[in-house]
């Protein structure tokens, strides 16, 4: 924030000008004038400082429990958006950055892109809903594994022979690989793509901050049938910890994806506000 902000935060320097000789030397009596400094502003952030404490509290507990080679942790507001704790790790110390590796500078939850796996599947889930696709009691059959296009695709459940016998509210709660890709075919691929990219995915989400990351997405074109079905239930893609908390806050939201922002307001050092953030929302993605 310092670095974007820079220009607001640091103020001006005062300068005094005045006649002087051609050695340097103030001319008695000469025109001298005076242009006093001016504070820089001030930011009011919408971090909360309980959360935010509470968050990288239990950062370093599990850091310590569990030794994970990192943790990205996002708390905001669906309704919104504003950012209430932002933390990663590893980290660094700011008061000694030289100390720690440039990779731990950067602000992993906005920056880094990790591939989202099963959470996705709310996204294919949301899609499927809107365009009437869901029906909660039908019926479906999960084998443990699901042919697309010659190529076998598994369950989490294949070793066990799948979920067996179940509705699509299952298919949901069971987390069911083939059940999801399923819901995908109803859906298409081009259109499944479209809600994606709706949610705000493989585009940075405009929050103001630095080095925000976009993720990767299959093209239409590379969107074959494999790729569509591996999509559904969030494998071969990668996504930033801030897209995936967006996407779900839209959900929570009404269906409105909002702009996430950390900094509130702008004050001028007598404390009058310069400039405000307000909620914003991009669009409406899907219906309440």
């Not at 919408?46 to 990192?70: C, H, S, W, Y």
Request: aromatic share 8%.
């Amino acid at each position: 924030l310092e670095y974007k902000y820079e220009q607001e935060l640091r103020g001006r320097d005062g300068l005094i000008t005045f006649e002087s000789d051609g050695l340097g030397r103030q001319i008695p009596q000469g025109v001298q004038n005076y242009t006093p400094p001016v504070d820089g502003n001030d930011l009011f952030l919408t971090i909360d400082r309980n959360i935010q404490f509470i968050v990288e509290q239990e950062m370093a507990r599990t850091m310590l429990e569990l030794q994970p080679k990192g943790i990205n942790v996002i708390a905001l507001d669906p309704r919104t958006g504003e950012v209430l704790a932002i933390a990663g790790t590893p980290n660094f110390d700011p008061n000694n950055f030289a100390d720690y590796p440039e990779k731990n500078w950067r602000l992993s939850p906005i920056t880094d892109t990790f591939e989202p796996g099963s959470t996705f599947k709310l996204v294919t889930l949301a899609a499927a809903i809107e365009e009437g696709q869901f029906r909660a009691n039908e019926g479906f059959y999960c084998s443990g594994s699901m042919v697309v296009a010659g190529r076998m695709i598994g369950c989490w459940t294949r070793s066990r022979g799948g979920h067996g016998a179940i509705n699509f509210t299952e298919v949901v709660l069971g987390s069911c690989n083939p059940g999801f890709i399923t819901l995908g075919q109803r859906i298409t691929a081009p259109k499944l793509l479209q809600y994606i990219e709706a949610f705000g995915f493989g585009q940075r989400s405009g929050i103001d901050a630095i080095g925000e990351g976009v993720g990767i997405l299959f093209t239409p074109e590379q969107l074959g049938p494999v790729e569509a079905a591996t999509t559904t239930f969030g494998q071969g893609i990668s996504v930033t910890p801030l897209q995936q908390v967006m996407a779900v806050a839209a959900m929570a939201n009404g269906g409105y994806l909002m702009r996430p922002y950390v900094v509130r307001e702008i004050r001028d050092s007598q404390g009058v506000t310069v400039r405000k953030n307000e909620p914003q929302v991009v669009r409406r993605v899907v219906s309440g």
